[in-house]
């Protein structure tokens, strides 16, 4: 399917053949959800007039989208994406318009309005973890996969920074209703694009019995056993990196730096995500992914809890930027695990998991400092935060490979070492 390639690099990964076209398909599709969330809100405040109505069915977009995710890759695990994703898009990009133009009519209910919003959030494509499992059948390398994962990873971090400057370059001309239905004609194009290019054959129809039985480690059991150690460290890492958007306003408004610093901060975060992510691509790791993801995890809780420490902005912006500098490599480690862990036909599903979860730990993570901040000293805080993502350190993986492998008799001394340079199962 591809050719073996001499170095294992970022270019390397953008010669594959068709993997620049598809690549890029897959991004403008994903731009959409980086332009939809403050598009959306923005024009719910500007129908209703309402933060709190505006609040409520936002939750309601968000809640069905991470709800159902997993439902949705399994679509695409058991019809291929050409024949799953396509009307996904369409419905999505279809049911945004009509939301679009409910919120342009004056006097739509609100109960109209939470349930359009409800059914798209129900809809929209499993684009990343799609992409990401084309990754994996087109690089059977695990170095050249590692460095895809990476640089899909930091592609992601900067839709999700340039979507709401976009929205906002919109919104200066034209009314917020504008930016959703960009949304709509970005998501309806670029998966067209994605499931017309001769890659995305590469992910062939897994079918049901497949899909959910073929399944390494005796089963729906074995696999959900494998894919909890990524999902809870994705989780962790949501509830954590979400938690500092408002720490850090809170922290501002405490030293009276005001909004411009709060930008910055946060910049930092992403700015390192972003070269840690490039980093970890370009290292050739030799511990395993298993062995890795836990450091990852325990150095942003580390580096979360320094930051609470900050006695100001020239301490802070460091010590969120390390921080920042674990959050990408935890979560392409996190994917590359649940790839290794994924039994033919369940790709899709297994990243959508460790999507879901930094998605359902966002929320939460959001959700809990609001709750926190105003009752706990603001150092408390930020430990806290990053005590969730060094407590997701602590899960371990799958043990019935080494309980039984510890079962075994052992080989005479001198088969031991030809065993051991075998390499793992």
């Known amino acids: 399917m591809s050719t073996p390639l001499p170095r294992p690099s970022y270019a390397a990964v953008l010669r594959v053949p068709h993997a620049r076209r598809t690549f890029a398909a897959a991004l403008v599709g994903r731009l959409s959800y980086g332009t939809v969330s403050l598009a959306l809100m923005l024009s719910l405040t ?25 439902y949705r890759a399994a679509l695409v695990d058991r019809h291929g994406p050409r024949r799953a994703l396509l009307p996904m898009a369409l419905l999505y990009a279809a049911l945004l318009c009509v939301l679009a133009a409910a919120c342009r009519r004056p006097g739509t209910p609100e109960a109209v309005l939470a349930v359009l919003a409800a059914l798209a959030g129900a809809c929209p494509p499993p684009l990343g973890p799609t992409m990401r499992a084309v990754w994996a059948e087109l690089l059977p390398d695990r170095a050249l996969l590692q460095r895809a994962y990476s640089l899909d990873g ?62 390494p480690g005796g089963g729906a059991t074995g696999q959900a056993r494998a894919l ?60 395993p992914t298993r062995a890795r993801l836990p450091f990852f995890a325990a150095g942003l809780g580390l580096c979360l809890a320094a930051a609470g420490l900050a006695p100001g902005l020239g301490t802070l912006l460091p010590a969120v930027m ?56 603001l150092p408390v805080c930020f430990a806290l935060s990053g005590a969730v993502a060094a407590a997701a350190a602590l899960v371990p993986g799958p043990v019935s490979r080494r309980r039984s492998r510890a079962r075994r008799p052992r080989p005479p001394r001198h088969e031991s070492r030809a065993g051991r340079a075998s390499g793992r199962p």
């Open 46 to 70: 500007r129908s209703t007039g309402s933060y709190a109505v505006a609040g409520l069915v936002m939750a309601l977009f968000g809640a069905m989208g991470v709800l159902l995710s997993p």
């Open 154 to 215: 930091v592609a992601e971090e900067l839709l999700f920074v340039s979507g709401p400057l976009l929205v906002g370059a919109v919104v200066a001309v034209a009314p917020p209703t504008a930016g959703v239905v960009l949304s709509a004609v970005l998501v309806a194009v670029g998966t067209l694009a994605f499931v017309t290019s001769a890659t995305t054959a590469a992910l062939r129809p897994a079918g049901r019995e497949k899909g959910e039985d073929a399944v």
């Open 228 to 287: 909890l150690q990524p999902v809870v460290v994705a989780a962790g890492v949501g509830v954590s990196v979400s938690a500092v958007d408002l720490l850090v306003v809170a922290y501002a408004g405490e030293r009276g730096l005001g909004d411009g610093a709060v930008a910055w901060v946060l910049a930092a975060l992403s700015v390192g995500s972003a070269v840690g992510g490039l980093a970890n691509g370009a290292v050739a790791w030799t511990s």
């Open 322 to 377: 390390c921080a920042g500098l674990c959050v990408a490599p935890a979560l392409t480690t996190a994917y590359l695990i649940a790839d290794e862990s994924a039994a033919p036909g369940f790709r899709v599903r297994a990243g959508t998991w460790c999507n879901t979860a930094v998605n359902a730990g966002s929320s939460a993570g959001a959700a809990a400092v609001g709750l926190l901040v105003e009752r706990l000293p």
